[in-house]
């Protein structure tokens, strides 16, 4: 079951449409943004700040250079301290400790003790002094490191620039804006069109596609009733008693408004195929629609002799007075003849002309041609359709007999149809 189709057959055109009008419009706009970086962009005066940036570079290059003996030195003075054998790997132990330790070996030993940590006390704190010295200098090289790089890269940056410039064709993006400017008009007006035939065709076939939704949901009634009909059919048979029966039937009866979950069952398996019938009818009526206004029929070109008849019975222009003026108004019309019409309707070429519409354009063959070739001819390109019940098989070169874009018509009992196109019309076979 084609449940969720997308019938509007101008749904996808207008997607694509959608899609390629955002990127012709993303192309233009980039475009312009490089049109107008062209137009603003100063090549002196970009030379002057690379010119400068380059200046800065080099000065702070040499400040790095002259400070960076200064972070050297201060290195190795902290390397020196840090390997002389009296330098503290701890830090000197608290007062508490010596006053406990003084009670047991003396106060002369303490005194010894005082005067090594205030000398380990003096070497910690010329160390950190020295390592704020050297995190000082350090920074500082940083710093000017990072001025270094970033001056060149900006400089880097501005000559990238400068060659982008000097080979950016200006004609060519010029030319391209106007390209890109033509192509989202084209689109845009394509786009358009499309949108409006799609919401025509919503519009047009919304009582159909109300119908399908409505039997869709049904159905899906009709299979949870049949589901759980099936399960409580189910439980009957596992039903060993007639007091179990009796509460099963009168459950049925109050769920279903029968007692029998068989006789449920049989009623919805028999809705259930009747609304696969409705739903399947929709559906195809919905893709012979779909598929009939996807076509894209530009030009109609009417094969005249062949609409004259009605099996070997001969109606005159009746059937195609009614029906060209109907067609016209959606397509381009050409209508053909051969020459025996000006014999079998007793008209010269201007009267024929003048049965139909004046945006129809008639051509009459001359003295004793056919009209088939020509026919086939006036229908080469795509979007161009030819409609007759002639099969053409002798002309198999030809592109529209290749593609096969041919229209079946029938006509009886006063009526012309075109099936195809979903038109039917009455017709006075006196007229």
């Known amino acids: 079951m084609l449940m969720n189709q997308e019938y509007n057959p101008f749904a996808a055109k207008c997607h694509e449409l959608e899609v390629a009008l955002n990127l012709a419009k993303a192309g233009l706009q980039d475009i312009r943004a490089k049109l107008a970086w062209h137009s603003q962009f100063g090549v002196r005066a970009t030379k002057q700040m690379q010119t400068t940036l380059l200046a800065t570079a080099s000065k702070a290059m040499q400040m790095l250079q002259a400070d960076l003996p200064e972070v050297e030195r201060l290195q190795r003075r902290r390397v020196r301290m840090e390997s002389q054998p009296d330098f503290p790997r701890v830090q000197p132990s608290g007062p508490g400790i010596v006053e406990g330790v003084a009670k047991m070996l003396g106060m002369a030993w303490v005194a010894v003790e005082e005067r090594r940590r205030e000398q380990a006390r003096q070497i910690l704190a010329e160390h950190r002094a020295l390592m704020e010295q050297e995190a000082i200098a350090q920074g500082q090289c940083d710093a000017l490191k990072r001025k270094v790089d970033d001056a060149h890269a900006q400089a880097k940056r501005l000559q990238e620039e400068l060659v982008a410039y000097k080979a950016f064709d200006l004609a060519a993006a010029q030319q391209e804006e106007v390209e890109l400017s033509q192509c989202v008009a084209t689109l845009e007006a394509s786009y358009e069109r499309a949108n409006t035939e799609r919401a025509q065709f919503d519009r047009d076939y919304a009582e159909p596609m109300r119908e399908l939704t409505h039997k869709q949901g049904e159905r899906q009634k009709i299979l949870i009733t049949l589901s759980n009909a099936k399960a409580l059919?189910?439980?009957?048979?596992?039903?060993?008693?007639?007091?179990?029966?009796?509460?099963?039937?009168?459950?049925?009866?109050?769920?279903?408004?029968?007692?029998?979950?068989?006789?449920?069952?049989?009623?919805?398996?028999?809705?259930?195929?009747g609304i696969d019938r409705a739903i399947q009818k929709l559906e195809q009526r919905l893709s012979a629609t779909a598929k009939r206004e996807s076509r894209g029929i530009k030009r109609l070109v009417i094969d005249g002799n062949n609409l004259c008849y009605e099996e070997q019975t001969f109606l005159g222009l009746a059937p195609l007075k009614a029906l060209v003026p109907r067609l016209a108004d959606?397509?381009?019309?050409?209508?053909?003849?051969?020459?025996?019409?000006?014999?079998?309707?007793?008209?010269?070429?201007?009267?024929?002309?003048?049965?139909?519409?004046?945006?129809?354009?008639?051509?009459?063959?001359?003295?004793?041609k056919k009209a088939d070739e020509q026919v086939l001819d006036q229908a080469s390109n795509d979007g161009h359709w030819v409609l007759s019940n002639d099969g053409f098989q002798e002309f198999p070169e030809k592109p529209v007999v290749k593609?096969?874009?041919?229209?079946?018509?029938?006509?009886?009992?006063?009526?012309?149809?075109?099936?195809?196109?979903?038109?039917?019309?009455?017709?006075?076979?006196?007229?």
Not at 419 to 431: M, R, Y
């Open 403 to 431: 593609a096969g874009r041919f229209l079946r018509h029938s006509i009886f009992n006063g009526r012309v149809a075109v099936e195809d196109l979903g038109v039917s019309l009455a017709f006075d076979p006196a007229g």
């Open 330 to 368: 959606a397509h381009e019309v050409i209508l053909v003849f051969d020459s025996d019409i000006r014999s079998l309707v007793r008209m010269n070429d201007a009267e024929i002309k003048s049965q139909f519409p004046k945006t129809v354009r008639v051509h009459v063959m001359t003295h004793g």
């Open 233 to 273: 059919d189910a439980r009957f048979g596992l039903a060993s008693t007639p007091r179990d029966r009796a509460m099963l039937h009168e459950e049925c009866r109050s769920r279903f408004g029968v007692d029998s979950p068989r006789k449920v069952i049989h009623d919805s398996e028999l809705k259930l195929r």
